[in-house]
């Protein structure tokens, strides 16, 4: 139910666990000085006095900073949950109660509410959208087209909502200008790689408490995120096979060392299967009906749209939960284990990609919503990648913050790189 204090309306669990999600905002807060430079130049020079921002994130520690760091700009900002199961309560109540920002989200919320909540951000009648997944832009376009006029323009978080913002620009209804974050450098090379690789293991580690060492981890999608999954499930033992439909990217996995075959194939001998591929029914009824008795199946993609659950329902006798996040269904003679439903297993069953990594992510997100404002109007529908010098500065902040230092050019050296005639002499 929609409640409503002296200054806002909001739809959060319970305001009692606010003080947790202080504290735990606190906490993230420690690894994500490049944001908190940002919140801080933002609160000297307002660049979002009055903005309205529609955010559909991830309700974690580190959206909450990013939400703190916008109001700081001086935006009115909104947020609903991009996902039912990622919602921290906590956060989502500190939010509300101690910074005086609507959030409309609940951890577990369903799919009606989920579209009441993207319906709510578009009352909001934002001027940024700031998307991850491209639902509450998709809507817009659909169903409440009457108010793009007011958009500035949206920013994207992923590279799911970045192919679905490519496909409405391809059949002309994008009519705005769009920031594709996840597209630069300090984003997806960081985030996507070491954020997903690291929390998609913590996931499956805090759901099953198994050992990883000596498993068969399939890893589908070798893609950033799919990178960084096979790299640290091979850290902690593993022997990672890798299934691909890119060529290019199946010789890489190669090349990295990994074994690379058909799901068919890996479906056989797999221990754990973790989806990242950003596909529907990656994992289907002809690769459930060969799987070992006991096998673990989860997605750490944007949607839960990977494993074709439905197909194991209908394979399966029974389906019960066996620990939190941890379902067993009961097919004819052996068991599959399916993690979080099906939904991104480390949002789920952990917290996300750690506060160090997001510090990256949304610097480029207060950063990609300043460029918006900034260029309101001079932008012609299309999307954006961040400024290169954004990047760069994102990664130069990081670096200091790190207190690890690296070279210059020589003068020599910039004129060399700006030359042709030196070659053999
Ligand atoms: N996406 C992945 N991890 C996240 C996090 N910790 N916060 C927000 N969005 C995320």
Redesign the pocket.
Known sequence: MVTTTAQINYEVKDLELATQGTQRIEW?AREMPVLRQIRQRFSKERPLAGIRIAAC???????AN?AITLKAGGADSLLIA?NPL?TQDDVAAALVRDHGIPVFALRGEDTATYLKHVNIALDHRPQVIVD?GSDVVATLIKQRSGQISELIGTTE??TTGIVRLKAMLAAGVLTFPAVAVNDAETKHFF?NRY??GQ?TLDGIIRATNILLAGKNIVVAGYGWCGKGTAQRARGMGANVIVTEINPVAAIEAVMDGFRVMPMTEAAKIGDIFITVTGNKHVIRREHFVTMKDGAIVCNSGHFDIEIDLVALSELSSEKRSVRPFTQEYVLEGKSIIVLGEGR?I??AAA?????S??DM??ANQALAVEYLVKNKGKLTPAIYNIPVEIDREIARLKLEAMAIYIDELTPEQIHYMGSWDEGTE
Do not use: K, Q, Y
């Open positions: 993230a994130c991830h309700i974690t520690t580190e959206t990013l991009s990622s991850d978080e992923t985030d954020g997903t929390s991104l480390n949002l917290e996300g990609h750690p506060a990594v997001m992510s949304f």
